[in-house]
Structure formats: structure tokens, C-alpha cells
């Protein structure tokens, strides 16, 4: 069955410090992978997504994620944390029984300490 | 304006009451979902539907109940609402092509006395 994993559960990083969450995701084809974030008490807001080409995506503020066949990985990076990035970090991969759903991992909580 | 909704935001219900939590998107995406959130299981898919009047069920299903008469409504029932349902449930919807960006609400928190 299709899964994603996400190791690290909590993170703690400095403002001002480089960041990268992990995501291992296990499927046979080519996926569909996202990063998500969410603030507290708020819905899921779309960071960047892969289906496809460059293996190096570029998301909004200031993410990035980087796509490893080899690795099966898919890690989100930041190369300058702000206070403001603290928040949980979802990371998905579209199901292969279609319909566009998603398989999401456990999540990461990121602190941001001054 | 535009974009998904849901409604309420809270609720706090006992156990064996029926509860509606009530879903609405303003794109007529074909495709939507209701997911709940609960600590070290990130999003867990519960019902999905491709369209008006076809719905089928995620990995989570028992106890609910979906319908979608309209396109842009998708309401989540639970018949008789048990403690181990207490979590966030979020309703997305996406147009439905391949690696469309699903789009979420802003959540329910329900509890279950």
C-alpha cells in the first residue's frame, strides 16, 4: 500500500538557521507529491507540488523541495527560517486509485526559537 | 467571496446525537473530500466525491455518512456520533485533473461528550 513517512515529528530550528523536512514516500510510478503547511487552528495552505520536470520545485515563501527517484524522497528546504514558519508541514502523495486523493504523512510541528 | 467553506467551526455534541458538518465551494470543482486530522495520523481520508450524486468511501468511512446533491455542497453526517470521532475534519475539493491542487476549508473541530 502506498505511504508516506515523515521522521522527524517535531523540530526545533533558531530564526535565522536553514531548515529541511524530510519526506520518504513509497509508490511504484512517477507521483503526485505536495507540501502543505498548516497554522494553528487554520486549514491547509499549499506550499509547492511535483508531478513532473525539474526535480527542484520552487514554492511560496521561500520553499523549496527537491525530488529524489533514487531516495524515493521528497525533503523541503528553507535556507533562512523566520518566526513566522512555525507551524505543522504536511507532505502528500496523490493515491493511485485516482480521484486525485490524498495520502498525507504524520506530519512535522516546527518551533522557531528567536 | 470566492473559495471553500465550513460550517459551524466548533461544535460540541454527546455521544449518539447525529451531527451535520456542512461543506460549500464556490469554484464547481467536480472533485471533493472530507478528511479528519487526529495527532500522529496527519489527514485521513474519509469519503470523497467525483461528482454530483457519485461519492464512494476513503480509508476511514464507518460511522459517516456523505450525500452531494449539488456540485458545490458536500455534507458530512454522523449518524450517531461516538467519542473516537472528537477530531478536525477538513472538506477540500480540486477541478479534478491529474495533479490538480486540492484546495481545503478551514476545519471543524468537533468534540464528542
Known amino acids: 500500500a502506498q505511504s508516506v513517512t515523515q521522521p522527524d515529528i517535531h523540530i526545533t530550528v533558531s530564526e535565522g538557521a536553514s531548515l529541511e523536512l524530510r519526506c520518504n514516500y513509497s509508490y511504484g510510478a512517477t507521483p503526485y507529491l505536495f507540501w502543505y503547511v498548516q497554522s494553528p487552528g487554520q486549514g491547509l495552505q499549499l506550499l509547492l507540488k511535483y508531478f513532473s520536470g525539474d526535480t527542484l520545485v520552487q514554492g511560496i515563501k521561500g520553499f523549496e523541495a527537491e525530488f529524489k527517484r533514487s531516495q524515493s524522497s521528497f525533503n523541503l528546504r528553507k535556507p533562512s527560517v523566520h518566526w513566522s514558519d512555525a507551524a505543522e508541514y504536511f507532505c502528500?502523495?496523490?493515491?493511485?486509485?485516482?480521484?486525485?486523493?490524498?495520502?498525507f504523512g504524520a506530519g512535522t510541528r516546527l518551533a522557531v526559537h528567536p | 467571496d470566492a473559495g471553500i467553506t465550513q460550517s459551524p467551526r466548533y461544535k460540541i455534541t454527546e455521544t449518539g446525537r447525529q451531527v451535520t458538518l456542512m461543506c460549500h465551494q464556490t469554484w464547481s470543482h467536480s472533485y471533493m473530500f472530507w478528511y479528519r486530522q487526529d495527532l500522529g495520523h496527519g489527514l485521513r481520508l474519509i469519503y470523497y466525491s467525483a461528482a454530483a450524486d457519485i461519492t464512494d468511501k476513503g480509508e476511514v468511512p464507518d460511522g459517516y455518512v456523505v450525500s452531494r446533491s449539488k456540485t458545490e455542497n458536500f455534507p458530512l453526517t454522523l449518524e450517531s456520533a461516538t467519542r473516537s470521532q472528537t477530531s478536525v475534519y477538513f472538506c477540500?475539493?480540486?477541478?479534478?485533473?491529474?495533479?490538480?491542487?486540492?484546495?481545503f476549508g478551514p476545519g471543524t473541530r468537533l468534540t464528542v461528550l
Open positions: 502528500a502523495v496523490v493515491s493511485s486509485g485516482g480521484y486525485n486523493k490524498l495520502i
Open positions: 477540500a475539493s480540486n477541478g479534478g485533473g491529474a495533479g490538480d491542487t486540492q484546495y
